[in-house]
């Protein structure tokens, strides 16, 4: 299975639901994964899994902050889209009249 290091900020909508129900009421110390990268730093991640991938989403200060706040960005989120959503009334278009007659005239 391919594993991603990812910070959260670059996380698809569907993997961080995911990560928000794998953690919704935030991380603990026994769901850090700590390694060293080819830099020789160490990485703090927390473990996201689907179908074609585990993601190891870098940990910050900024990430608990995304937890704790992401139904409330989603809902702003749908909101904004929802106001830029311009609907036209069928009321608004021009009627047409079916006239049967000149449909056969027009079609001899």
Known sequence: MLRK???YKK?????ASSLIEMYPD???DEDIIMFKNIHGEIIEAVE???QNCIYLVKISKSLANFISN????MEKE??????????VSPSDEPEMEFNPEEE?????
């Open 104 to 108: 056969e005239s027009q079609l001899d």
């Open 78 to 87: 749908l909101e904004d889209q929802s106001e830029s959503v311009e609907f």
């Open 26 to 28: 935030g991380y603990g």
């Open 70 to 73: 992401f139904e409330d960005n």
């Open 11 to 15: 996380l698809s909508h569907e993997v």
């Open 48 to 50: 996201v899994k689907t």
């Open 5 to 7: 290091l990812v910070d």
